[in-house]
């Protein structure tokens, strides 16, 4: 009976220690389509993908966040889904390269 309850004890303890740590938050437009969708962590701090839409449902951007900072490459797309510009932020700094993608294509470094 102790090895049970032990073994009870252990799994519930366990599932504790796996309990969800992020949550995504999910805000729309007045038309009904999903305007950003936002993952937070458990204290409520930006912590993983962010992804923005235009009203008609296409990706605007997606932004990288850990722990409150933009941290990854990012990417940013124009309103009939064709990439306008990406590169690397870290802790909300350009970091690197960063490219756009206009009529010219143009690359910018950052340090």
């Known amino acids: 009976m102790k090895k049970l309850l032990y073994f009870i004890m252990l799994i519930f303890i366990q599932s504790l220690a796996n309990a969800q740590t992020h949550y995504e ?3 729309r437009y007045k038309n009904g389509n999903i305007k950003s969708i936002i993952s ?3 204290n409520n701090i930006k912590d993983g993908q962010t992804i923005n839409y235009y009203p008609n449902g296409n990706i605007q951007s997606y932004i990288p966040y850990m722990n409150g900072n933009i941290n990854g490459v990012v990417e940013n797309y124009y309103k009939n889904e064709i990439l306008e510009s990406t590169g690397i932020i870290v802790d909300n700094l350009l970091e690197g390269k960063f490219y ?3 009529k010219k294509w143009k690359t910018e470094i950052y340090n």
Do not use: D
Request: proline share 0%; no cysteine.
């Open 25 to 27: 938050k999910i805000i």
């Open 40 to 42: 937070y962590n458990s």
């Open 100 to 102: 756009y993608f206009h």
